[in-house]
């Protein structure tokens, strides 16, 4: 993969990340929100456990694109 499709997708999996951890934010203080109120959470908790799952896979693809990005530039350089 050349370097520009790379910077591609890196931008990307950063939008993919900030949504993620939006989503991740927003279900953690509706869990809050229910438990305070005496609600049940269970399903919320389940889908907070989604989103976080879903934010480390693109946490995970950022590293592996930054990491042969890193190749590129080695290789470049050398």
Do not use: C
Not at 9 to 22: D, K, P, S, T
Not at 50 to 60: A, M, S, T
Request: glycine share 4%; no cysteine; charged share 30%.
């Amino acid at each position: 993969m050349d370097r520009k499709l790379l910077l591609s997708h890196l931008g990307l999996v950063e939008a993919h990340i900030a949504a993620a951890a939006r989503k991740v934010a927003r279900q953690k203080a509706l869990i809050e929100e229910l438990e305070r109120d005496g609600a049940n959470a269970a399903s919320a908790k389940a889908l907070l456990s989604e989103f976080q799952e879903f934010l480390r896979f693109h946490l995970e693809d950022r590293v592996r694109i930054l990491e042969k990005l890193s190749n590129i530039d080695r290789s470049l350089a050398g």
